[in-house]
């Protein structure tokens, strides 16, 4: 009986050591997981900022800030070209909007007045008339008199001038178009020189001397460019305009002459 017990409590050591072994080592193993989970658990919990929570930068703001960036220098010169530019764009855009005429309709009123009240007449309603098919049509009308031939040298002679008139400062928006890219350009070798000249300085080749240089060179190219882009739009329009307004006066000049033609027979 005694050999039995002892057999049974050497089994029962052998079975009860390697289990509660076993489930020390599990406990030690969750409680590892545990001490791993904590941190985790804790960087999940702190607050993210989501994309409307997020500074953001206006436009605005954003152009200032690059601006300032590129440098005073030429940034201020290609900003003054832009101002310039525009400022001659606006004007001439309002002068040829006012200079645009009714054409047909201020032939049939000349042709009208002729026929009922003569040259006279025809002269006051060019004096009343604004745009430069007007002014045309009263100098042809005031040599109506001395015949037909010095009527149509007056218009002629007459349209050049108001042609000139038309294309008044234009040339000072294709010079400020192809200043601006030059001088961003420009701006892009300077900024260039400036990073090898830090990189000669520092005897070495970091990407953080030559950012800087590089940075300035390339916003001034980039505002060079956005002011040529935007100042050859209003170029190409007013010499639409201005082809269109030509156009107008040449066939209304043509017309005026057969007007007198026909009015002298």
Known sequence: MKKLLTIAFAFGLIYFIPQQNHANLH?????????????VEEVQEEPQMTGAEAPSVGFTQELKNRFIEGGPGF???VLACLILGLAIAIERIIYLNFATT????LVEDIESALKSGGVDSAKEICRNTPGPVASIFYQGLDRAGEGVESAEKAVVAYGG?????LEKNVSWI??????????????TVIGMIQAFDKIQAAGDMQPSL????????LLTTVFGLIVAIILQIFYNYIVAKIDSIVNDMEDASITLIDILVSHKK
């Open 210 to 217: 030559v950012a800087g240089g590089i940075k300035v060179a």
């Open 27 to 39: 406990q030690e193993q969750e409680e590892e997981v545990e001490v791993v989970e904590m941190p």
């Open 161 to 165: 001038v108001q042609m000139g008139q």
């Open 75 to 77: 940034m201020g010169i």
């Open 102 to 105: 009714n054409t047909e309709k």
């Open 174 to 187: 294709s010079l400020f178009i192809a200043l601006a890219p030059m001088l961003g350009f420009m701006g």
